[in-house]
Each structure stands twice: as structure tokens, then as C-alpha cells.
């Protein structure tokens, strides 16, 4: 059974979103899948089958040798490869976090695709509930990734909520705390 399913079947992704995992660790294990479902020589701009892009993230989950730690480095890889905006260098770290569903709905089309709530919880602190089709783990990288961009040399934490269950573990949404000094 797949672990990861579209919330409509009209989704798409923007090549992007695809091509930044060319670069990513472990682009060996799992690029042979990217070409099995003809997701490779991409443009970046292009709108591609959401359908095509979850068999290959459930292709990648049942590969021997992946780990958790491989949908996290993707996602930090992401984050390395986005051409941030210049008035992102002058934006606060919580404006930032503030943005994401904007961002998530500029790489993802369709009736329903999910989406990202932000909520500050304290001075330094914002809550994500992300609705997403792809990994928590890849979602964490994300983060993660996101937050060693927009605050280096800041002490900084990012972790999952351990009150909420996860999407990938049978929830509705999963939450991932992003705190800073």
C-alpha cells in the first residue's frame, strides 16, 4: 500500500521542486526511480504530474538503505538550492516562517494540494501544521534547512511536535516547531 497519496488527483509540481533532487546525497539510490517515472530532464518552470511525483517518493520509502536521514537531507538540499528573493535577507526569521504557504502553493497546483499554517507561538518560536503529500521527514529537512539559510551563527532547534501524531504515522497534519536564540 502507498504510503504517500495525493489529496487530488488534478496535483501538480513545478520541475523545480523535482530538479532540485539531482543535487541532493544519495541522488544514486534513488535517480534511477526519477527516470523509471520520466521525471528527469525537467524544466523548471514546467508543471509535472503530482501522480508521478508520489510513486517516486513511495518508490523512494521502500528502497533498502533509505533512511529517514535521506528525506531529511533532501529537504536541506532543497532549501540550499532556492533562489531566495533579495528582500528575504532583510526579513525576520519569523516573517520568513510566515511566507511558507505562499511558497508552498507557488510550487504545488491543484484543487487541493495542502498547505502550510504558521503560528507564533513566542518571540523566537513559530508552530508549522503542514497538510502535505510528501515525507515529514522531507518536511523537517525543509525546516531545517530553511533555518541554517536565515539564521547563521544562531543557536536554533527544529522538531517535531511530540503531542501531535504525524501525517506519516496516520495524522491529519504534521506539526514542526522551528525555535531560535
Known amino acids: 500500500m502507498a504510503k504517500y497519496e495525493l489529496f487530488h488527483p488534478d496535483t501538480e509540481i513545478l520541475g523545480q521542486v523535482i530538479l532540485d533532487f539531482e543535487s541532493a546525497i544519495g541522488y544514486e539510490k534513488f ?47 532543497q532549501m540550499a538550492l532556492v533562489d531566495w528573493p533579495p528582500e528575504f535577507q532583510e526579513m525576520s526569521i519569523t516573517d520568513i516562517l510566515l511566507t511558507l504557504d505562499e511558497a508552498y502553493h507557488q510550487n504545488y497546483r491543484g484543487t487541493d494540494v495542502g498547505g502550510i499554517a504558521a503560528q507564533v507561538v513566542a518571540d523566537q518560536h513559530v508552530a508549522l501544521t503542514i497538510r502535505s503529500f510528501e515525507p515529514d521527514d522531507l518536511w523537517y529537512g525543509n525546516i531545517y534547512g530553511l533555518m541554517r539559510q536565515f539564521a547563521p551563527g544562531r543557536e536554533f532547534t527544529v522538531y517535531y511536535d511530540k503531542d501531535k501524531s504525524r501525517r506519516d504515522m496516520g495524522g491529519e497534519h504534521t506539526v514542526i516547531h522551528a525555535t531560535w536564540k
Not at 534511477?32 to 517515472?37: A, N, Q, R, S, V
Not at 520520466?38 to 528502497?63: H, K, M
Open 31 to 77: 535517480g534511477p526511480i526519477l527516470e523509471k517515472h520520466q521525471l528527469t530532464d525537467l524544466e523548471p518552470t514546467r508543471w509535472y504530474s503530482g501522480q508521478r511525483w508520489v510513486d517516486v517518493l513511495n518508490e523512494i520509502e521502500d528502497l533498502q538503505g533509505i533512511s529517514m536521514l535521506d528525506f531529511v537531507s533532501l529537504g536541506i538540499q
